[in-house]
């Protein structure tokens, strides 16, 4: 079978839907594939159903805080099988909900592998199709791990649709899913142990600020075990042995399940991007600025596929679609604007990041005023009987603007968007405490912590 399209998008997550609409909308005849059901890692293996469990756990651990304070928590507890049921009831309906609406605003939907038979030829599943842009946004999958055993680990995805939640559980890795997981995990009654390599977890936030959350996870039960590598996993009559070796001292966990958290990688084996003639590297499709493949100038890519400088998040992921969308349309150069995006690890609490680190703003010449606040006593945090929160804002002494913002609190992830706003838009800290916020709420703790 033969037939011919202006787009072909490979991957029918968010940045995908996004590109292909957009194209359709403006006449194109567009086309999409994905060999897994529609909606992307975000939506169905990801984001979205993380958060509803984590309403469950925010639950029960704004129960325990309140304890003694007027509430009496009793024997409330996380029944996991209703969890998960709730769980689908949302991700259930969005494959088809978004197959029908990409049909409905003009576009192909497909279903099979996609390959590259050459530089602008597709098979899918069998069938090859002539087309004359390809966007590739095929996401990321869990990156290889090399010690013997590691095929007795179960991924991401498998985590959010487990039956039941074992009483020992072991987080390979010390990034966004070990720490949220374990997060979840602890308030519904397992024992989380992460285990990371280096010599502390989630390297891209704040140092302070993650060894806050390090011991405020620790008093929900999350034992994080630093610079400590896996040597290996054994089956055992009663679940799992973790054998690891910590400065090269010998030693083992034992656990009932072991889950993959050690990061992502781009997913491309698939693809066959020889024939494409689309040149990548580990990072991903290796593209310019205007996200056009550096080798075939017919192909685009987005999202957690290529070599940007875009964070892997899916708002980026989209904002990248968009922009390539636009690109093709109209034979642009446009970079994508990756200004002031923030990034949470949904742990409870929260720990955001916006813009610099406080190492990275003084390395690029900036005089940062480093205003560092310890927020735990504060009324908010008083009224929901939280005990842990702190801010660091980075204020170039220059013009008064924010250039980095580091928040680790309860809420904090929506005060981190009033934050990106006003770093975005140029908001010197003056203007930002001019602004009279609704009293008492967390937004309005954003004057005192600037």
């Not at 800290?429 to 937004?443: E, L």
Request: aromatic content about 6%.
């Amino acid at each position: 079978m033969s037939d011919d399209y202006d787009l072909l998008v490979i991957g029918a997550g968010m940045a995908g839907i996004a590109a292909a609409t957009k194209c359709s909308s403006q006449g194109w005849r567009v086309a999409i594939v994905d060999e897994l059901p529609y909606g992307g890692t975000c939506a169905l293996r990801g984001c979205d159903p993380k958060k509803i469990l984590r309403r469950a756990a925010e639950v029960m651990e704004s129960a325990r805080l309140m304890r003694g304070k007027g509430i009496d928590n009793g024997d409330l507890s996380i029944n996991w099988g209703e969890l998960m049921n709730h769980k689908h009831g949302f991700t259930d309906p969005v494959p088809q909900s978004m197959e029908e609406d990409l049909r409905a605003h003009g576009v192909h939907t497909l279903h099979g592998t996609a390959t590259f038979t050459g530089p602008t030829s597709i098979d899918v599943s069998g069938d090859t199709y002539d087309v004359s842009k390809v966007l590739i946004a095929t996401g990321a999958t869990p990156r290889p791990l090399d010690f013997p055993g590691q095929e007795h680990l179960i991924d991401s995805t498998e985590f959010l649709n487990l039956d039941a939640l074992p009483p020992r559980i072991v987080f390979v890795g010390g990034g966004f899913v070990s720490f949220e997981f374990a997060h979840i995990a602890a308030r519904a009654g397992s024992s989380p142990v992460i285990v990371d390599r280096g010599a502390r977890p989630l390297k891209a936030f704040d140092a302070d600020l993650v060894e806050l959350l390090i011991d405020r996870g620790s008093e929900a039960g999350v034992e994080v075990q630093p610079s400590t590598n896996i040597t290996g996993v054994e089956q055992t009559n009663d679940g799992y042995r973790v054998h690891i070796d910590r400065s090269g001292t010998p030693a083992t966990i034992d656990a009932d399940l072991v889950v993959h958290g050690a990061g992502r990688v781009p997913d491309l084996s698939r693809l066959n991007l020889e024939a494409g003639q689309v040149a990548y590297g580990k990072h991903g499709v290796e593209v310019a600025g205007h996200l056009q493949s550096k080798t075939n100038p017919n192909v685009y890519a987005a999202g957690d596929s290529t070599d940007t400088a875009g964070m892997p998040l899916t708002p980026v992921a989209v904002i990248e679609a968009k922009v390539a969308a636009s690109n093709m349309l109209k034979s642009g150069s446009t970079v994508p604007d990756y200004a002031a995006i923030p990034t949470a690890v949904f742990t409870i609490p929260e720990l955001v990041r916006i813009g610099m680190l406080e190492h990275e703003a003084r390395d690029s010449g900036l005089n940062v005023d480093v205003r560092y606040t310890n927020t735990s006593g504060w009324y908010s945090n008083y009224r929901i009987g939280e005990t842990a929160g702190a801010t660091k804002i980075l204020v170039d002494k220059s013009n008064d603007r924010i250039v980095g913002a580091h928040l680790f609190g309860a809420e904090y992830a929506e005060l981190a968007n009033t934050i990106s706003m006003a770093i975005k838009h140029g908001l010197t800290t003056r203007q930002i405490k001019s602004t009279t916020a609704t009293y008492p709420s967390t937004g309005s703790d954003l004057g005192s912590m600037i």
